[in-house]
């Protein structure tokens, strides 16, 4: 098993990666006078501002993923003056961002919506730009149907964001309503399957000691 990573080794690699990036948005041309800024935590860029395209949004999660010990690139960025619809799976008290929509299947602070992920997405397709799945999965007999729930409700230039506990972590094993486990391998499989189901392709993975983290794309997307 795997101690927790140090909070104080974690906060000053934030602070280098804080300054990499906006020297890089900065100076490069690719990215010079785009309005956006970004901050680190644990290792997870976050986010803000406005863009043209999808596309600009794209480039950056790529320029940035590039960093070493970037973990993943979560963002709350306007397209073409939109505010980004953003599911937050199995919240509970807190979503990732305060304009995120909390789903769980029980009231809680954070929850705009009640519904059982078991049973499917109580959504639209094409109907959200962003989804979170933060320590959700793991808790799932069968987490695959959720998967294709989330692609068919994403719009084609969504993303997934997927976080779960490491399987060489403890808190893998700790908690007794775990019942899967996770591994870079095991978002390899997600990204990979033939049996005809919705095909993912992988933007960011990355594990950071604790937990493995994915930024999915729809594959149609690149198409």
Request: charged share 25%; hydrophobic share 40%; proline share 6%.
């Amino acid at each position: 098993m795997h101690p927790t990573p140090d909070p104080r080794r974690l906060a000053a690699f934030d602070s280098y990666l804080d300054s990499a990036v906006r020297e890089m948005l900065r100076n490069d041309r690719r990215t010079a006078g785009l309005a956006v800024d970004v901050r680190f935590d644990q290792g997870v860029a976050h986010l803000t501002g406005d863009l043209a395209s999808h596309h600009e949004l794209l480039l950056l999660r790529r320029l940035i993923g590039q960093f070493a010990g970037v973990h993943g690139v979560w963002d709350r960025v306007r397209v073409a003056g939109r505010e980004p619809v953003v599911l937050d799976l199995g919240c509970g008290d807190t979503t990732q961002y305060h304009t995120n929509i909390g789903v769980d299947r029980r009231p809680a602070k954070a929850v705009a919506v009640l519904a059982d992920l078991r049973q499917g997405l109580p959504f639209a397709d094409d109907s959200a730009d962003r989804i979170f799945t933060v320590h959700v999965l793991e808790h799932l007999p069968d987490y695959l149907p959720l998967l294709d729930e989330c692609h068919r409700v994403l719009r084609p230039d969504g993303v997934l964001h997927l976080m779960a506990p490491w399987w060489r972590h403890v808190n893998a094993v700790a908690d007794p309503t775990h019942l899967r486990l996770f591994d870079v391998q095991t978002v390899k499989g997600i990204c990979s399957r033939s049996d005809g189901s919705p095909q993912w392709s992988p933007l960011h993975v990355s594990c950071d000691g604790a937990s493995v983290l994915a930024d999915l794309a729809m594959s149609r997307f690149f198409a």
